[in-house]
């Protein structure tokens, strides 16, 4: 069964960083690129940021450029992203997803997590 | 404010079919697939087309999308009570290199 798993969300300061970690099983990681997505409370879906599979490709959206960083270790079968500088505006459920091509031509997001909650907050 | 923009809500009784737009330009849906999601309530989202037009496995056919020129729909017929959900769709936007979703539309069963 294919699953993502995402965990390291929490309530931290504005300013403040934090670490998201997602461990996929049921699927060749290797052969996959990955995607952060979030959801502000309420709002609707935002899409963060990708990696290709070997992750010599990677994108942000504007909102998060300059702040974010996505990441992978292949040999653990784990995306990361890791969030500075954070702001109110931050705050978000953030899942991630699988798309199943090493690539990124034709982008979707097959399988998602369930999510980890975000809050920034002073 | 998101470029690619869908009716904040639909509504049907059940067994009727709805459909959803979605309107983007040549930057996104243009010149890129769509792909559909939909989230019911409390939980993640789920692909339900992709490539425009193709269904994952285990997606029922009574789901379906097309694409004409910038814009996308996503049809759904013999609606269910079980069907009640926000829908999305998404593309990539070469302006932007980044991929974006749609505003989102509400499914409401009558």
């Known amino acids: 069964e294919v699953q993502v798993l995402e965990s390291g969300g929490g309530l931290v300061q504005p300013g403040g960083s934090l670490r998201l970690s997602c461990v996929a099983s049921g699927f060749t990681f290797r052969n996959y690129a990955m995607t952060w997505v979030r959801q502000a409370p309420g709002k609707g879906l935002e899409w963060v940021s990708v990696?290709?599979?070997?992750?010599?490709?990677?994108y942000y959206a504007d909102s998060v450029k300059g702040r974010f960083t996505i990441s992978r270790d292949n040999s653990k079968n784990t995306l990361y992203l890791q969030m500075n500088s954070l702001r109110v505006e931050d705050t978000a459920v953030y899942y991630c997803?699988?798309?199943?091509?090493?690539?990124?031509?034709?982008?979707?997001?097959?399988?998602w997590g369930q999510g980890t909650l975000v809050t920034v907050s002073s | 404010q998101s470029v690619l923009t869908q009716p904040p809500s639909v509504s049907a009784a059940p067994g009727q079919k709805v459909t959803i737009s979605c309107s983007g330009s040549t930057s996104n849906i243009g010149n890129y697939f769509v792909s559909w999601y939909q989230q019911l309530p409390g939980t993640a989202p789920k692909l339900l087309i992709y490539d425009n037009n193709k269904r994952p496995s285990g997606i029922p056919d009574r789901f379906s999308g097309s694409k004409s020129g910038t814009s996308a729909t996503l049809g759904i017929t013999g609606l269910q009570t079980g069907d009640e959900a926000d829908y999305y769709c998404g593309t990539w936007d070469s302006s932007l290199s980044a991929y974006v979703f749609g505003t989102g539309t509400k499914v409401t069963i009558l």
């Open positions: 997803a699988n798309f199943p091509r090493s690539g990124l031509a034709g982008l979707y997001f097959d399988n």
């Open positions: 990696i290709s599979n070997n992750g010599g490709s990677t």
